[in-house]
């Protein structure tokens, strides 16, 4: 890939996630300040401090409404606008991580003085609150949360002294500095000790915490040092328990000592193409040319390769997060080769399911990518294996698993469980038991002293999590224009929950298995013009809603197994001029709807298992599409 092709792809995703920001903060303008009825506690928040920090926020939400109503007093219509632009709801089930990098955005000079000095003072003390609540979570042995919060601080007052000088921060000509910003590009003046790379033939590239060989392209190889730099920033907040401890933070807060930053550099290899990443790995990895990344424990080394479509920052990410396990503290080489494989794969899924808005990220929520297979293989397919089973798989045997795949998307799902519900109250013990499993191999009861989540009761509550709410697309799908694949089977959707599908302009991939489909449920999904998979086995569908279709142009697979269709049904379907796979197991097919299937000009294959076909019917169809692959019992 070219460095100018680089810097265009490196934009529209820098472009991209400040529309998403946007989008996000102007979902807010539709709800004037006074309908609000108060911020959720964070999710990071233990339940012991939801309820103190849900006092702060009403507070903080009150304040803010007498400025709008004062603005409005004053005729300032944008300040009114911008006032409810200062909030934003939170998912329950998502982590907010700030992330300071400078001073925040701040108002327009342009806008009225005395509102920006009113909502400044209003901003900066809720940002003091929010750090004497930090220092109170710290005496209480809360670590993480109070660590996360003395960043959120710095959101609302990037002058906060006390909280800048906590955090290790320091002030220069040109402000405060959170982070080191050194990033140096040199020749590598020694060969590789790993690759058979010569000396000068390869880029080093260094951090603060990574050194990256590389032989991409110059701007690929900076693109990647800034983000693992970030999404280490990120890891080190979510698992603060797992490297220090609240005592730290007291530590700080009392003026003793400030913190530090890592000093771990992390050993990253950036090959320059798929090919040559597989080439140059394929002799010592097996099945290394169906990854898309890999983090060697024996080695210590994370290695990844440039693409000419995109960069796979998901599992860029995924592998980053083995490597921060497994060097970050003292540990054992390959913990989990004997058991709790899932929960080593699980907790690397759950930082693929990061959103990133500037400023702050999110990680979690019911539309992250694995959690819709998840989703899937749970509530649609029935397919599960009970937990104390799966927790018991070693590595080679969970690989080696006939379901491997279903085994991992359970995986997934089960730490997000654990990382999200019931406002992250499993967290810390999760956090705890990994600590001492990458340590060293813990005692047999470990699990339900540190976790507290008995088999059996996450077996029975993991169900739940997984089913979305009625209303819950509407409320808590932060970055639609992100999505790409959503599944929602056997859930309770209202008509807002499909507007807001509707918004997902680059999905690809739709689950509405039992899910009641009407024309005007259709119709608010014209926005998904990229979407290419509709699955809708057993959904209750509305006589002619299937003219909806029309749509969506780039429609290859369709599945309305044991739907009840008509002619009308059928004959929609010939609009369809890319569609090459349909499911209609189990659906009652009259004669005459042979010549409307045969209509559909691309279709490849046609699964007809379990339905009830007219006499004649199936003869017709393959002598008008001798061609087509008809599967049958």
């Avoid at 092709?5 to 303008?29: A, G």
């Avoid at 606008?81 to 001073?103: H, I, K, M, V």
């Avoid at 086995?537 to 269709?565: H, K, M, V």
């Amino acid at each position: 890939m070219s460095q100018d092709s680089v810097s265009v792809v490196h934009e529209w995703k820098v472009n991209h996630l400040k529309r998403l920001r946007l989008y996000l903060l102007f979902l807010l303008v539709a709800f004037p300040a006074g309908r609000f009825t108060g911020l959720p506690a964070l999710a990071q928040d233990q339940p012991n401090a939801a309820s103190t920090r849900e006092s702060l926020d009403e507070e903080f939400q009150l304040r803010l409404k007498e400025l709008s109503d004062w603005c409005r007093e004053q005729g300032l219509d944008e300040e009114r606008t911008a006032t409810a632009q200062t909030l934003f709801p939170r998912d329950p089930q998502r982590q907010y991580l700030f992330l300071p990098e400078g001073p925040a955005p701040q108002p327009h000079a342009a806008l009225d003085a005395a509102w920006r000095e009113k909502l400044r003072t209003i901003r900066s003390n809720y940002a003091e609150q929010l750090f004497q609540l930090a220092g109170r979570l710290a005496e209480g042995e809360q670590g993480a949360p109070a660590y996360q919060l003395l960043h959120e601080v710095l959101y609302w007052d990037p002058e906060h002294v006390t909280a800048r000088e906590a955090l290790g921060h320091r002030r220069g000509p040109d402000g405060w500095q959170a982070y080191s910003e050194r990033l140096t590009v040199r020749e590598a003046p020694k060969d590789h000790p790993d690759l058979n790379w010569p000396a000068r033939s390869y880029q080093l590239v260094t951090t603060e915490n990574f050194e990256i060989a590389s032989r991409a392209d110059e701007a690929t190889t900076r693109m990647l040092a800034e983000q693992l730099q970030r999404w280490q920033w990120v890891w080190r907040q979510v698992m603060f328990d797992y490297w220090s401890s609240p005592a730290a933070i007291r530590s700080w807060l009392s003026g003793k000592t400030k913190a530090r930053p890592a000093a771990k550099k992390y050993r990253v290899v950036l090959f320059r193409s798929k090919e040559q990443y597989i080439a140059e790995l394929g002799k010592q990895i097996p099945g290394i040319e169906v990854s898309t990344g890999y983090y060697s424990d024996q080695l210590r080394l994370a290695c990844f390769f440039a693409s000419q479509e995109s960069q796979d920052f998901a599992t860029w990410r995924h592998e980053l997060t083995h490597q921060l396990f497994q060097e970050t503290i003292r540990t054992r080489k390959s913990p989990f080769s004997e058991e709790r494989l899932w929960l080593g794969e699980g907790i690397a899924m759950y930082f693929e399911g990061l959103y990133d808005f500037g400023d702050f990220v999110t990680l979690g929520g019911f539309d992250t990518r694995r959690l819709q297979y998840a989703r899937l293989r749970c509530l649609q397919e029935g397919v599960y294996l009970p937990f104390a089973e799966l927790d018991a798989l070693s590595q080679n045997q969970l690989q080696a698993h006939p379901e491997v795949r279903q085994l991992y998307s359970q995986s997934a799902g089960l730490t997000q469980f654990l990382m999200t519900a019931e406002q992250g109250r499993y967290r810390a013990g999760l956090i705890e038991f990994l600590k001492g499993f990458y340590s060293g191999k813990p005692r047999a009861d470990a699990w339900s002293k540190t976790v507290g989540m008995e088999a059996a009761e996450l077996d029975r509550l993991y169900p739940e999590f997984l089913r979305v709410e009625p209303g819950q697309l509407q409320r808590d799908l932060i970055a639609p224009e992100a999505v790409t694949e959503l599944a929602l089977p056997q859930c309770e959707l209202t008509d807002r929950d499909f507007e807001q599908i509707g918004r997902c302009s680059a999905l690809q991939w739709l689950e509405l298995g039992g899910v009641e489909l009407t024309a005007e449920r259709l119709r608010r999904l014209e926005g998904c013009g990229k979407l290419r998979q509709l699955f809708a086995s057993g959904s209750r569908i509305e006589r002619g809603a299937l003219a909806g279709l029309q749509g969506w142009p780039e429609l290859t697979e369709l599945d309305l197994s044991g739907s009840e269709l008509t002619l009308d049904d059928l004959r929609s379907l010939a609009g369809l001029k890319r569609l090459r796979i349909l499911s209609l197991r189990q659906v009652s097919l009259p004669e005459e709807g042979a010549k409307e299937l045969a209509a559909v000009s691309a279709l490849e294959q046609l699964d007809l298992s379990g339905s009830r076909l007219a006499t004649g019917f199936l003869e017709r169809l393959r002598t008008l599409r001798p061609e087509l692959k008809i599967i049958r019992d």
